[in-house]
């Protein structure tokens, strides 16, 4: 079945360099996407999302881009923390349906 | 507020064994989820009630895993008998009804049951 994958299962990064995370996705269907965070021993926790009509989204100190053309969605990261530190999951998901499909994690790691 | 609770929050039991997970979900939210990731892997969904009624099941890995809503309030997740790939996080989410689509910061994800088959 479709899915949503992840090119880099561990990303180390030095406090206070900027992290990219990125994930492929190959459910053309889908029109809505979501970063989580999930750090350990907790459920994962909301970031950022992007629907498909935009290529671009801005938080605090989150950008997440959307690329259509070729399925690819990044988390960018600035100026890193140490409480950073966690596994990243994208997600996508459609109008059509409550479920949400999830890649399979990166692991971001900030040495100090 | 409270957010979604799950319990236990470990558990390890042996092979054969049952063993029942539960979700309180946020007080309001007529939506409920099951997800979990077993072996490392992504986070795969289960199922989706609204208040009790299951609306997507599609997810449920087989005839051993039982998910039940009575009253549209909490629910339970019965595993059995569990197997040792079962081994995993089992997550509850919750939602409200009124938001259209699934606009991800309104799910909210509890910690996780972490369980464990021997």
């Known amino acids: 079945g479709e899915s949503v994958g992840l090119h880099l299962p561990t990303l180390s990064v030095q406090e206070g360099d900027n992290s990219i995370i990125n994930c492929a996705y190959s459910n053309s269907a889908s029109d809505y996407f979501i970063w989580y965070k999930q750090e350990s021993g907790k459920g994962p926790q909301f970031i950022i999302d992007i629907r498909s009509n935009m290529d671009k989204r801005q938080g605090q100190r989150v950008t997440v881009l959307l690329n259509k053309t070729v399925k690819h969605l990044s988390l960018q990261i600035a100026a890193t923390q140490p409480g950073d530190s966690a596994v990243y999951f994208c997600?996508?998901?459609?109008?059509?349906?409550?479920?949400?499909?999830f890649g399979s994690g990166t692991r971001l790691l900030v040495r100090p | 507020e409270a957010g979604v609770t799950q319990f236990p929050s470990h558990s390890v039991i042996e092979k054969g064994q049952t063993v029942t997970l539960r979700c309180d979900p946020i007080?309001?939210?007529?939506?409920l989820y099951w997800y979990r990731r077993v072996m490392g892997k992504e986070i795969k969904f289960l199922l989706h009630?609204?208040?009790?009624?299951?609306?997507?099941e599609s997810g449920m890995p087989n005839n051993r895993f039982l998910a039940e809503r009575t009253g549209g309030t909490y629910s339970t997740l019965k595993v059995q008998p569990a197997e040792l790939e079962d081994s995993g996080v089992y997550f509850c989410a919750s939602s409200k009804s009124d938001e259209g689509g699934v606009p991800g910061n309104t799910i909210y994800f509890g910690e996780g049951s972490w369980l464990t088959v021997v």
């Open positions: 007080s309001g939210h007529d939506n």
């Open positions: 997600a996508e998901n459609s109008d059509s349906s409550y479920k949400l499909i």
């Open positions: 009630f609204v208040k009790e009624s299951k609306q997507d």
